[in-house]
């Protein structure tokens, strides 16, 4: 990591993402020449020229040049200077793709785009005006009345609140906010959020949030029921170590890893509905600064 920030030092940002292009389309497709890096960043080819011969001096023996195909390849002591090497890279650069629905006519940093498709996620409405005055609220440190409809009352109904963060639980997002009405810190739903009003200004702030500024790391293990053959691959495919892995994550957020683990009731599945379990949680940080209670309350 300190070896990627030396390299990309003194580099600007457009000159820092062409380096980035040739070494993605060296790790991943095995080959990059200048009229790739003239397509998809619309640059001459002087320039173009520069930008590798910038970054041979940046990354020397990492490629050299096939004069017959006329393209530069990985050498066999290739070693990223100013990518990540993880599959997880190319991967979510395919996740894009296909979110965007640009899989056809894009080169972008893949040129040679494999089959491929990604399951779509039920569209999960967010009001524009709604983002526009919580990010007003965020930033100001207003509090603000929202005409919200919990799944806990029949009807919506107004409440102040002051709000300090946004929380995506990877399939909706939330407003972290404290509410007013209850004295406690809570997550709302974009979605269910009708409308806002009466902006004031706030004493409450993020700093008081103890479930928000307090971490912890959650470690998992393969669940103890599976065959030894079952569990030694989940323990791959998680890249677990001595059988464990850690997350960690913000103890606001504790509640939806559960949830996506298949554990937020507390109670072990079989092995065929939950292949991973919570060996242990354990807490990293605790902000001893408090408003009466601040446990988290999740899709209020």
Request: charged share 25%.
């Amino acid at each position: 990591m300190e070896e990627s920030k030396q390299q990309t030092r003194n580099l600007v940002w457009s000159a820092l993402q062409r380096l980035q292009f040739i070494e993605f389309r060296l790790l991943w497709e095995g080959h990059v020449n200048r009229s790739d890096l003239i397509e998809v960043f619309g640059i001459s080819v002087p320039q173009s020229t520069l930008d590798f011969r910038e970054y041979m001096e940046r990354a020397p023996g990492n490629m050299d040049y096939d004069k017959r195909r006329r393209y530069y390849f990985p050498t066999a002591t290739f070693k990223p200077a100013f990518i990540s090497d993880r599959a997880e890279g190319y991967l979510s650069q395919l996740v894009a793709l296909g979110i965007n629905g640009e899989e056809q006519g894009h080169p972008g940093l893949i040129g040679a785009t494999p089959p491929f498709d990604v399951l779509p996620s039920p569209e999960r409405r967010v009001d524009r005006g709604t983002l526009q005055q919580l990010l007003k609220a965020i930033r100001e440190k207003f509090s603000v009345e929202i005409h919200y409809q919990s799944l806990s009352t029949e009807t919506p109904g107004w409440r102040r609140v002051t709000p300090h963060a946004l929380v995506s639980d990877g399939m909706r997002w939330h407003v972290r906010a404290f509410c007013h009405s209850k004295g406690e810190f809570r997550d709302f739903v974009l979605g269910r959020i009708m409308a806002l009003r009466d902006e004031q200004p706030s004493e409450v702030s993020a700093e008081m949030d103890a479930d928000w500024n307090t971490h912890v790391k959650v470690v998992i293990a393969a669940h103890p029921n599976l065959p030894a053959n079952q569990k030694k691959i989940i323990e791959q495919d998680y890249a677990m170590k001595r059988g464990k892995a850690e997350i960690i994550v913000r103890k606001a957020l504790l509640f939806y890893l559960k949830r996506r683990l298949g554990a937020e009731d507390g109670a072990e599945k079989s092995p065929a509905v939950q292949q991973v379990v919570i060996a242990r949680i354990e807490t990293l940080k605790a902000v001893p600064r408090r408003i009466q209670s601040k446990n988290v309350c999740a899709a209020a």
